[in-house]
């Protein structure tokens, strides 16, 4: 499918094809539901696109103004078109507009640099969009499990936005499968079709659900909410959404707005709070290793420093009954705090009493306890959050060819999950990580990739491995392995010997056993060689 690219900001490449193909980037859109609150007149149409544009402009978003077409000399039954107990008809046709006018509020909404998008309610309205150049197709909630206007949109080859009010997860389920076998490139948004939707009704954590059970397809929020209540967004954007869509309109002394389409202040103090949640959810550089100099000083001042309790003489190794913790911990002096402190350090000078003890007589080595241990919590993290659950049967090792110094750069984490006529390994590399090339006597391999990007080396042959790709490993093959960032695969061979592995390098090759790996009696409790 080939979406020919009409502004600057809004496509993506996307890499997993073949040919070079342009996709929309969903991520950041806003989307400003006009529907029928244009009330049927083009020049009131305008000012709400004028006004409102503005303000997406004053916030520094990505917006689209958003249409309804219907063919209402069809999609109406003929005996509801003089008078019908269904409210929405009745409104329908007060508010017509020709394709005339909706081409002067297309024309409207390029100028005021806003995306032209609809919905279209039956399959001439997609034909219209397509007449038209609507950018983006919208379906309704309503529409979300009308199979034959699903066909029909998706063989315009539009971009597409979904909503899933009211729909079963295993329809939810139909409408992702359905997309990606043909093709689309689409969002989803949950949404609730109550209008306006109470607070206890909002069901934001189906947004957590939707993320993960579809991660490869950005999801959003689409609001009924009250137009006053500004948390809503916050949270849905804490949750994960990245796209939003909301109700606008402009009241006059003849034009009332619905409960829950926006005003133009409305709405403005709805994009003031996205942008508040921006700053409060802006990233660190290193979110696992924060370091805001102005959150070290305040915790500083409430943490305790170490003191000579007695008078200690250098040389001399610092017991418990030498020292004590009290505040104020003089940071800026390089003071040792309580928590650094260990039994067993040595003076290098002397102290007298009541003397801050530096951070100086720490010991530059860095003991293998210390490394092993690092290893596993760094690995347990890794797992949880790939919600990888081990059991404490199983076997594992850290593998450090190089030694236990060196495992942050060569080596790798190893869980055998079973070892009989067949095996089965965890794999683990730490971000930064590398494993040398070696090669297995008799044994077979093969590794499917479960999270992130990893670099291999087979036989001098390149090849970047993604999640879920698989990698056919035959005995006598050199292989290397690399991570720039953190990789888990699992590894299927035949029946692994403890003697089987072969490095490349000589210095690794004459290691012992154990100076290449480190194995552990207990996941659970992590205890080691």
């Given at each position: 499918m080939y979406f020919s690219k009409t502004r600057s900001n809004e496509f993506i490449d996307d890499d997993m094809s073949d040919q070079l193909e342009k996709k929309f980037d969903f991520r950041g859109l806003f989307i400003l539901e006009m529907a029928n609150n244009h009330q049927g007149s083009v020049e009131h149409g305008k000012r709400i696109i004028d006004t409102f544009a503005a303000l997406v402009h004053k916030a520094g978003v990505k917006g689209a103004i958003k249409f309804q077409f219907r063919n209402l000399d069809t999609i109406v039954h003929p005996s509801h078109k003089q008078q019908s107990d269904n409210k929405h008809i009745p409104r329908f046709l007060s508010t017509r507009l020709t394709k005339e006018q909706f081409c002067l509020l297309r024309d409207a909404a390029r100028e005021a640099g806003l995306i032209p998008m609809t919905t279209p309610w039956d399959e001439d309205s997609v034909e219209l969009a397509e007449q038209l150049g609507m950018e983006i197709i919208k379906i309704g909630s309503s529409s979300a499990a009308d199979w034959p206007l699903l066909e029909r949109v998706v063989a315009a080859g539009k971009p597409i936005v979904c909503s899933t009010a009211g729909l079963p997860l295993e329809k939810v389920d139909n409408l992702v499968s359905f997309f990606d076998h043909r093709g689309a490139n689409y969002a989803l948004m949950h949404c609730v079709s109550i209008y306006p939707t109470p607070n206890h009704k909002l069901n934001l954590r189906r947004i957590d659900l939707f993320r993960e059970r579809y991660p490869h397809v950005t999801i959003g929020f689409s609001t009924h909410e009250d137009p006053n209540n500004v948390d809503a967004i916050q949270i849905a954007y804490a949750k994960g959404a990245e796209l939003f869509e909301r109700h606008i309109g402009i009241e006059t002394d003849e034009i009332k707005l619905n409960a829950y389409s926006s005003r133009p202040?409305?709405?403005?103090?709805?994009?003031?709070?996205?942008?508040?949640?921006?700053?409060?959810?802006?990233?660190?550089?290193?979110?696992?290793?924060?370091?805001?100099?102005?959150?070290?000083?305040?915790?500083?001042?409430?943490?305790?420093?170490?003191?000579?309790?007695?008078?200690?003489?250098?040389?001399?190794?610092?017991?418990?009954?030498?020292?004590?913790?009290?505040?104020?911990?003089?940071?800026?002096?390089?003071?040792?705090?309580?928590?650094?402190?260990?039994?067993?350090?040595?003076?290098?000078?002397?102290?007298?009493?009541?003397?801050?003890?530096?951070?100086?007589?720490?010991?530059?080595?860095?003991?293998n306890k210390e490394i092993i241990y690092k290893a596993i919590h760094d690995v347990k993290g890794a797992l949880n959050e790939a919600r990888i659950h081990i059991n404490h049967e199983s076997s594992v090792e850290l593998l450090h060819p190089l030694g236990v110094k060196n495992f942050f750069t060569v080596g790798a984490f190893m869980i055998h999950c079973f070892n009989r006529e067949y095996s089965k390994k965890i794999i683990i590399l730490l971000p930064g990580q590398r494993f040398p090339s070696s090669y297995q006597k008799k044994n077979e391999a093969t590794i499917q990739i479960m999270v992130g990007q990893l670099e291999v080396d087979l036989a001098g042959q390149q090849r970047t491995l993604y999640p879920g790709d698989t990698l056919l490993i035959p005995p006598g093959v050199w292989h290397a392995y690399k991570a720039s960032g953190r990789v888990i695969f699992e590894e299927i061979s035949t029946t692994l010997a403890d003697d089987e592995t072969i490095y490349v390098d000589p210095a690794m090759q004459k290691l012992l056993p154990e100076e290449k790996r480190t194995r552990l009696h207990n996941w659970g409790r992590h205890q080691f060689d």
């Open positions: 202040e409305q709405f403005e103090r709805w994009l003031q709070a996205y942008q508040d949640v921006l700053g409060m959810t802006t990233p660190a550089p290193d979110p696992a290793h924060i370091h805001d100099p102005m959150e070290v000083e305040s915790l500083a001042s409430l943490m305790r420093g170490v003191y000579a309790k007695n008078a200690i003489a250098k040389n001399n190794t610092i017991l418990q009954s030498d020292v004590y913790f009290a505040m104020p911990f003089q940071i800026q002096a390089g003071q040792l705090h309580s928590g650094q402190w260990r039994p067993g350090l040595v003076a290098e000078r002397d102290y007298v009493p009541n003397e801050p003890l530096p951070t100086t007589i720490l010991p530059d080595v860095v003991t």
